[in-house]
């Protein structure tokens, strides 16, 4: 069986830095995902955290490759209750480049299990966070989505 992979690919109207910058910074990352803050130094090796509103860890990583505005890619394990069966690590790659005088964002999602159920819920998540990232972009306004996690 193939494993579960997923690629999105869409146009901003920015430019790739202010599109690595929110990305990178906890606090315009906060802005678009539901509250959530991804913290890292970005620099390779070094660990990932995205926080949820509460503070609490809900994904962890490490920074597998970072050549800021161009490339970004990290590992993502979530966080399990105590005693459920650990989640393998994932791997998340955002690929910035300029087309159409604009930013071309391609995000791919891989390394699941070929039977891992959470591939579905990745595939349902990134094109509404990654919506929501383009309108707070582009408007200054993020999706007012009613987030069920």
Known sequence: MEKPKI???THINTTPEKLWAAL???EF???FWNGRRIQSDWTVGASVK???PDGGIELSGEVLQADPPRLLSYTI???TPEGA???KRTR???EIAMAFGVAKLTLTHDEFDPDSGRSLEVFQGWPAIISSLKSLLETGNALPFKWNW
């Open 24 to 26: 990178t910074e906890p």
């Open 85 to 87: 069966p650990p989640e």
């Open 29 to 31: 990352t906060r802005q």
């Open 77 to 79: 394990l979530r966080q």
């Open 92 to 94: 998340v790659t955002f």
């Open 7 to 9: 690629v999105y690919v």
């Open 50 to 52: 995205t926080l949820r």
